[in-house]
């Protein structure tokens, strides 16, 4: 029995000391189609969109069907956190409609 707590202990030790590093992504410029945030797999714990001030429209965000009708808002100099929650992000899944011109920025904490 003291072994197996022993391991247990070991187990959560490395476990802890295990550590994510934030990261960003490039912004993201629109050309007023749906793009996917990551071009290939890139996971993430949670994850930050922000829309500058300076946009001059809403940046919208969902899936690969995306559009300035379908999808959530994100208002000029707002943004939008998806939480840390049971699995991870794919960022290539997750796609914003961003107007010509206009940028996005992301954020979030690599898996």
């Known amino acids: 029995m003291k072994k197996l707590i022993l391991i247990v202990f070991a187990a959560l ?3 802890a000391q295990s550590t994510s ?9 629109g ?6 945030l990551a071009s290939s797999h890139t ?5 930050q969109i922000t829309a500058p001030a300076g946009n001059g429209a809403a940046v919208y965000w969902g899936d690969a069907n995306v559009s300035t009708s ?6 000029a100099g707002g943004g939008q956190f998806l939480p ?9 899944t997750v796609y914003v409609y961003v107007a010509t011109g206009d940028k996005v920025k992301v954020t979030y904490q690599q898996y």
């Open 13 to 15: 030790a490395c476990m």
């Open 21 to 29: 590093s934030l990261a960003t992504l490039p912004d993201i410029t």
């Open 31 to 36: 050309t007023g189609a749906a793009v996917a």
């Open 43 to 47: 996971y993430a714990h949670w994850v």
């Open 70 to 75: 379908r999808g959530s808002v994100i208002a």
């Open 84 to 92: 840390a929650s049971g699995p991870v992000y794919d960022l290539s």
